[in-house]
Every structure is written in structure tokens, then in C-alpha cells.
């Protein structure tokens, strides 16, 4: 699963979670401000299992988040990183839970700020923006 937690709960608003009608959230922990993390509704491990209806939801909803982004922060770059299962090697006992304990997902990571020094040198990053803020500003 992916380091960083995340609170949201499908069709809730919660303070890290913008008011979409779809599975998305403001990370827990945010390294970076307005991150973003889209899931699917359907949990899967792997990205590549997603049919033709899915991938048209996927699109829309990038699109709406992309949308709020850009009309909240003006159309700053971003990276879009598609975090997919590891590649699965047939070897007993390895990966047995992969199917419950990973599901794909998608991080916005807008670049909005630059690494400061003591963030090149501890790797702990310094967000500025808390993730209740980012949320309620991209709910609109």
C-alpha cells in the first residue's frame, strides 16, 4: 500500500476530502500542497484489469480534478504518477496477499514549491498548505 495513508470514504465529504462523486482524497500526510489521489471505487491491484467503462470514468474523473486545480491554482506543472502492483515473480509464499493489501492508484502532485534545503537533506518534506485547507479550496 502506499506509504502515506489517506482519509476519505466514498460519497462523504470529510475535511481532506473535496466533494466529488467519486473516490478521491487529499493525502493524510501530504508531502507536497494540493496533493491529490484518485482510486478506483472497484478495488484492484492491478491498473492494467480495468475495462473500457472504467477507463472512460478514469478519464472524467482526472478531468474534474484537473479542472479544480488549474481554475483554484492557475495552471501550475504538475506530476502525474500512476502507482501499479510490482511485477509479480511466480515464487511460493512471495506476494501472497498482493491482491488485498495493494490497489492502484493515481497522485497529482502539482509544483507549486521548490525543495528546501533541509528537505534535500532529510528527505522530510515541509507542507505548507494542510491537506483540510487544500481540500476545502478545491470543493469549491
Given at each position: 500500500?502506499?506509504?502515506r495513508?489517506?482519509?476519505?470514504r466514498?460519497?462523504?465529504a470529510s475535511?481532506?476530502?473535496?466533494?466529488?462523486?467519486?473516490?478521491d482524497?487529499?493525502?493524510?500526510?501530504?508531502?507536497?500542497?494540493?496533493?491529490?489521489c484518485v482510486?478506483?471505487?472497484?478495488?484492484?491491484?492491478?491498473?492494467?484489469?480495468?475495462?473500457a467503462?472504467?477507463?472512460?470514468?478514469l478519464?472524467?474523473?482526472?478531468?474534474?480534478?484537473?479542472?479544480?486545480?488549474?481554475?483554484?491554482?492557475?495552471?501550475?506543472?504538475?506530476?502525474?504518477s500512476?502507482?501499479?502492483?510490482p511485477?509479480?515473480?511466480?515464487?511460493?509464499?512471495y506476494?501472497?496477499?498482493?491482491?488485498?493489501d495493494?490497489h492502484?492508484?493515481?497522485?497529482?502532485l502539482?509544483?507549486?514549491i521548490g525543495?528546501?534545503?533541509f528537505?534535500?537533506?532529510?528527505?522530510?518534506?515541509?507542507?505548507?498548505?494542510?491537506?483540510?485547507?487544500?481540500a476545502?479550496?478545491?470543493?469549491?
Open positions: 500500500m502506499h506509504p495513508r489517506t482519509q476519505e466514498d460519497g462523504a475535511p481532506r476530502r473535496p466533494r466529488w462523486p467519486h473516490r482524497a487529499a493525502p493524510f500526510a501530504s508531502g507536497y500542497p494540493f496533493e491529490a482510486f478506483p471505487k472497484i478495488c484492484n491491484s492491478a491498473f492494467g484489469r480495468i475495462n467503462v472504467q477507463i472512460e470514468n478519464a472524467k474523473i482526472l478531468r474534474d480534478v484537473l479542472q479544480r486545480l488549474d481554475h483554484t491554482l492557475g495552471g501550475p506543472p504538475y506530476n502525474l500512476l502507482q501499479d502492483r511485477f509479480l515473480r511466480p515464487r511460493e509464499g506476494w501472497k496477499t498482493i491482491e488485498e495493494f492502484w492508484h493515481l497522485e497529482i502539482p509544483q507549486l525543495l528546501t534545503g528537505e534535500r537533506a532529510s528527505w522530510f518534506s515541509c507542507n505548507p498548505v494542510p491537506p483540510e485547507t487544500a476545502r479550496c478545491l470543493s469549491g
